[in-house]
């Protein structure tokens, strides 16, 4: 299995351009999440899908952030416009949750840098 | 609410030693699952052990082993032989299903001393 699938693996860009951050989940895992880590804030979850529907968006921090997952094996997250704040590592992990599975597999990251 | 405190943001180990990370969690939920994620300086989140919270048997991998205090809620993780290759951050989590809710501590950075 190739594991989660991220890209960019880094993405640099300034102030007020759109990003799009790609991922592909593990084949067959029915929950998606997208996480944001920083120094300051730690490990922090934006959003996650079950069966390509989202969940929980409670955690995106304002309307220039959103996701997608138009399939089972792709999902977007897309900041339009970005800031500097906006720095910082994305993760996304999926879970074989609704196969009794816990644990969430995470991709290698995006490092987000917006200058 | 449901919280995971990890109280060791730093913690280093001399090379072949056995090194216990803390966490504690809160939840009224009976059903959940603990984690240990390790986070080299690669990035990578990697799952290192899970418990199930309802076996009251400890899991363990290889040189990883969790002490799990139920009635506690404790879940510590010890790492036995050190090895250079275990610096990392490491995060302890724990898993609800319903509503499917997955907490984070804010990571112990461990560093093996050769």
């Known amino acids: 299995d190739a594991g989660v699938i991220q890209s960019p693996r880094h993405e640099v860009t300034e102030m007020g351009q759109e990003v799009t951050l790609r991922c592909k989940p593990i084949s067959g895992h029915d929950y998606l999440f997208w996480y944001r880590q920083t120094m300051m804030r730690g490990l922090e979850l934006l959003i996650y899908?079950?069966?390509?529907?989202?969940?929980?968006d409670s955690g995106m921090p304002e309307d220039r952030f959103s996701a997608k997952m138009p399939n089972a094996s792709f999902s977007t997250l897309k900041i339009q416009p970005s800031e500097p704040r906006d720095s910082a590592v994305y993760f996304c992990?999926?879970?074989?949750?609704?196969?009794?599975?816990?644990?969430?597999?995470f991709g290698p990251g995006t490092r987000l840098t917006v200058t | 609410a449901q919280t995971v405190t990890q109280s060791q943001p730093e913690m280093s180990v001399q090379e072949a030693e056995t090194v216990t990370l803390s966490c504690t969690y809160d939840t009224s939920e009976s059903n959940y699952y603990l984690f240990w994620y390790k986070q080299p300086p690669s990035r990578q989140m990697i799952l290192v052990i899970r418990q199930e919270a309802y076996k009251q048997q400890n899991a363990t991998e290889n040189r990883f082993s969790v002490n799990f205090q139920k009635a506690a809620k404790s879940f510590s993780l010890k790492i036995s032989d050190s090895q250079l290759g275990d610096t990392a951050m490491y995060f302890c989590a724990f898993s609800i299903k319903n509503p499917n809710q997955f907490y984070f501590g804010t990571g112990t950075s461990l560093t093996v001393i050769p």
């Open positions: 992990a999926s879970s074989p949750l609704g196969q009794g599975s816990y644990e969430q597999y």
């Open positions: 899908f079950n069966n390509n529907v989202p969940i929980d």
